[in-house]
Structure formats: C-alpha cells, structure tokens
C-alpha cells in the first residue's frame, strides 16, 4: 500500500531563510507526485507536481521539488521565505493508473518569523 | 470562473444528528472527489464520482455515509446519525475528464471544506 510521510509537523524559518519541508513515500512503483498549499480559510491550492518527467520540478511562488527516487524522496524547498509563506503544506501521491485518489501525509505547518 | 464551493462552511450537531454537507465543483468537471480530516491526522479519500457514478467509494468509513451526485453537478453527502468520531473538515474536489491515456487525469481543484463538529 502507498503513504506518504511528512517529517515535522511544524517547521519555523525566519524570513528569508530556506525552506525545507519533508516528504518521504512508499510505494512499488514510482507514483505522481504533488505539493499543496492551504493557507488559512481556503481550500488547498497546488503548488507543484512531478509526473515522471524531469526530477526537479517548479511550481508557483518560487517552490520547486526534487524526486529522487533512490531515497523516495520529494522534498519541497524554496531559496528564500516570505511572510506570506506562512501555511500548511501537504505532500500526495497518486499512483499511475486509473485510480485518481491521492493519498496525503499529515501536512507540514510553516511559520516564517519576522 | 468560479472555483469549487462547499456549504455550510461550520456545522456544529449533536451526535446522533444528520447532517448534509453540499459540494458544487468547478462547471464542467466530471469528476467529484471527498476527502475528510480529521483533527491532526491526514486528508483521506472518501469517494470518487464520475459525473453521477460512484467511481471508487473505497474510502468511506461506513453506512452512515451517503454521497450523492444526481445529475452529474452536485454533491451532497449525509451523515446519519453523526457519531463524535466523525469530527473533521471534509473537503471535495473536481477535475476535468482525463486528456492522456493511461489516466492521469487533471489537477484536483480544492474547495474551502465544511468543518464538521459533532457534539
């Protein structure tokens, strides 16, 4: 069966800093990929996906995510935070086929400090 | 264009209660997705709808769950009677019909989700 799992449940960088958030998956084959972003009152957004071409993959407000698959990872960063940063971050997978459920990990809480 | 909408936004029941959560998705998008968070845990699937079909209920913790779609637009799903159990943001989602074979699909669009409070 796949999972996903985020490392940390909260993260907090200080405006300007990198951003790191973990994800790590499971899974017999390589799956699709995807980043998602809620910010407060409103529904999750898509930030990023990787769907088996390149493994570095960029997304929107200046995230990008790499796929290794030799450490299962897709680990989502950004060169320099923003105040506006500030949300829950989600990881999913989805298998390639004709399923479209995507499975999440527990979701990742950025803080950006002033 | 209008994104994916969801009614009520809070609800607060008692248990035992029935509560119907609404989902209007994105116009012309076949498919229908729920999801359900419970506090501190992940978003998990619920069901998948294909225009008025139920694609894939897998996810749907028991028979106190209905979902819904007639007439392929919008969504309802009941819960009845409410358990505390069933405490949580639902979220639904939509997307346009699959363009590539083998069935990726389209990105999900997200509605805000109807925080759910079962007393």
């Known amino acids: 069966a796949q999972s996903v799992t985020q490392l940390g449940s909260h993260v907090s960088v200080s405006e300007g800093a990198l951003v790191l958030l973990r994800c790590n998956y499971s899974?017999?084959?390589?799956?699709?990929l995807f980043w998602y972003v809620q910010y407060p009152n409103q529904g999750l957004q898509l930030l990023l996906k990787y769907t088996s071409a390149a493994t570095l993959v960029k997304g929107i407000n200046g995230f990008e995510a790499e796929f290794k698959k030799s450490e299962t990872s897709f680990h989502l960063t950004k060169p320099s935070a923003h105040m506006s940063d500030a949300a829950e971050y989600f990881c999913a997978v989805r298998k390639m086929d004709s399923s479209y459920k995507l499975i999440f990990g527990s979701g990742t809480r950025l803080l950006v400090r002033p | 264009e209008a994104g994916v909408t969801q009614f009520p936004s809070h609800s607060v029941i008692e248990k035992g209660q029935t509560v119907t959560l609404r989902c209007d998705p994105i116009s012309g998008h076949d498919n229908l997705y729920w999801y359900r968070r419970v506090m501190g845990k992940e978003i998990k699937f619920l069901l998948h709808?294909?225009?008025?079909?139920?694609?894939?209920e897998s996810g749907m913790p028991n028979n106190r769950f209905l979902a819904e779609r007639t007439g392929g637009t919008y969504s309802t799903l009941k819960v009845q009677p409410a358990e505390l159990e069933d405490s949580g943001v639902y979220f639904c989602?939509?997307?346009?019909?699959?363009?590539?074979?083998?069935?990726?699909?389209?990105?999900?669009?997200f509605g805000p989700g109807t925080r759910l409070t079962v007393l």
């Open positions: 899974s017999s084959v390589p799956p699709y």
């Open positions: 709808f294909v225009k008025e079909s139920k694609q894939d």
């Open positions: 989602a939509s997307s346009l019909r699959p363009t590539l074979a083998g069935g990726f699909g389209n990105e999900q669009f």
